[in-house]
T-cell receptor
Framework: GENVEQHPSTLSVQEGDSAVIKCTYS??????FPWYKQELGKRPQLIID?????GEKKDQRIAVTLNKTAKHFSLHITETQPEDSAVYFC??????FGTGTRLTIIP | DGGITQSPKYLFRKEGQNVTLSCEQN?????MYWYRQDPGQGLRLIYY???????QKGDIAEGYSVSREKKESFPLTVTSAQKNPTAFYLC???????????????FGDGTRLSIL
């Protein structure tokens, strides 16, 4: 099956700084890459996704970039705020999730 | 998004018992999924169903069973054969089968299962 690796496993950034989380995937045929945010004790929620026909997608302070040649995609959060603290998961098209990144925003 | 309802929120099981976790969706989604989440780990797929009366094993199906008799319901039974069932279980649905692109998933609030 598809293998999705996510790094780093934990990330702490000062409030207002940017955070970047990276995922690599193994299946070159994959075309859809979602990112989920899971706050403590709550359900994962889709925050942004990207399809292989574009290299970047932005939604306010979050963006996702995709490099199909290198088979990696990244989540970028700018101007981080305390409410961005959560666990973030990437996923491949075949329902394989990364192991998650615990992001902590330091006030 | 209250489209997926999981119950109960907390569940306790004695050794040797089977327990069933409920998942109901009113989103009219074709596909439904069960994931297991352990501390510090990602979501691992247990079973999924693309259509009523059909389901497939995921990566960690051993010790679990499912049924899909109705489109809106996808219950998961944790059997006594599952030796380490303590985990957080998440149910999800998506509009189309997972083999298609463009299939964001909606998750329920989860059930936390513990062994007494």
């Amino acid at each position: 099956g598809e293998n999705v690796e996510q790094h780093p496993s934990t990330l702490s950034v000062q409030e207002g700084d940017s955070a970047v989380i990276k995922c690599t995937y193994s299946d070159s045929a994959s075309n859809y890459f979602p990112w989920y945010k899971q706050e403590l004790g709550k359900r994962p929620q889709l925050i942004i996704d990207i399809r292989s026909n574009v290299g970047e997608k932005k939604d306010q302070r979050i963006a996702v970039t995709l490099n199909k040649t290198a088979k990696h995609f990244s989540l970028h959060i700018t101007e981080t705020q305390p409410e961005d603290s959560a666990v973030y998961f990437c996923a491949g098209e075949k329902l394989t999730f990364g192991t998650g990144t615990r992001l902590t925003i330091i006030p | 998004d209250g489209g997926i309802t999981q119950s109960p929120k907390y569940l306790f099981r004695k050794e040797g018992q089977n327990v069933t976790l409920s998942c109901e969706q009113n989103l009219n989604h074709d596909a439904m999924y069960w994931y297991r989440q352990d501390p510090g780990q990602g979501l691992r797929l247990i079973y999924y169903s693309q259509i009523v009366n059909d389901f497939q094993k995921g990566d960690i199906a051993e010790g679990y069973s499912v049924s899909r008799e109705k489109k809106e319901s996808f219950p998961l039974t944790v059997t006594s054969a599952q030796k380490n069932p303590t985990a957080f279980y998440l149910c999800a649905s998506s509009p189309r089968p997972h083999t298609a692109s463009d299939q964001p998933q909606h998750f329920g609030d989860g059930t936390r299962l513990s062994i007494l």
